[in-house]
């Protein structure tokens, strides 16, 4: 419950474009405050989508704000920070749920204990499936949409297939740099991993 109140709170500060509201009425009638980050990754666990989102955002505020100084402003605003740190990834909204396993206690007696466990019900990728649910609701600016699409970095699936469009985009929009690197950060630096 934490958590949410905090995600609301800065959404509400920060995010005021047209559409906001409704986005967030999505988010509210939707699993984002209750969803893991991962299936076995960061935050597997109850809450842990919401979690990691605050996450990004500080680390993102923070690199913006080194980066910039205190006129950080001039350059990216308190508003794309907000939107690219607690929305980018959407993607896991209704994607993940609960299945059983049969594991075998130390006892030799065995259980079924859960798991999560992926349910994709609109294969479109992973950044770019944020950026297309976030535009049904208001309008990304160019910078936040690229930043969005491609905040996985290295990991993104069409880096590995050779993709080369994610060095145009770093070249172009800073913000690109300092969400994936935020996104890194926060993962690996600020929650906890499953074994």
């Known amino acids: ?28 009638s939707s699993d984002f405050f209750t969803a893991p980050a ?3 990754f960061h935050l ?8 990691h989102s605050l996450n990004v955002y500080k680390r993102l505020k923070k690199l913006v704000e080194w980066e910039y100084g ?8 308190a508003e794309s920070i907000a939107i690219c740190g607690l929305l980018h990834d959407l993607c896991k909204v209704d994607f993940y749920r609960i299945d059983y396993r049969n594991v075998k206690t130390p006892e030799g ?16 990728g992973h950044g770019e499936k944020s950026v297309y649910i976030i535009n049904g609701f208001l309008r990304l600016t160019r910078e936040e949409a690229l930043a969005i699409n491609w905040h996985m970095g290295g990991f993104d699936d069409r880096v590995r297939a050779g ?18 690197t935020a996104d890194l950060m926060a993962s690996y630096l600020d929650e906890s991993r499953v074994s």
């Open 70 to 77: 205190e006129n950080f402003e001039e350059h990216i605003s």
């Open 38 to 40: 991962s299936t076995r």
């Open 44 to 51: 597997a666990e109850e809450g842990g989508l919401v979690e």
């Open 163 to 180: 993709s080369y469009a994610i060095a145009g985009a770093y070249t172009m929009y800073p913000l690109c740099v300092f969400l994936s």
């Open 109 to 124: 007696v065995w259980e079924k204990r859960p798991y999560y466990t992926i349910e994709e019900k609109l294969p479109y």
């Open 1 to 28: 419950m934490e958590h949410k109140q905090e995600f609301i709170e800065i959404y509400n500060a920060n995010i005021k474009r047209e559409g906001a509201d409704k986005l967030l009425e999505y988010l509210l």
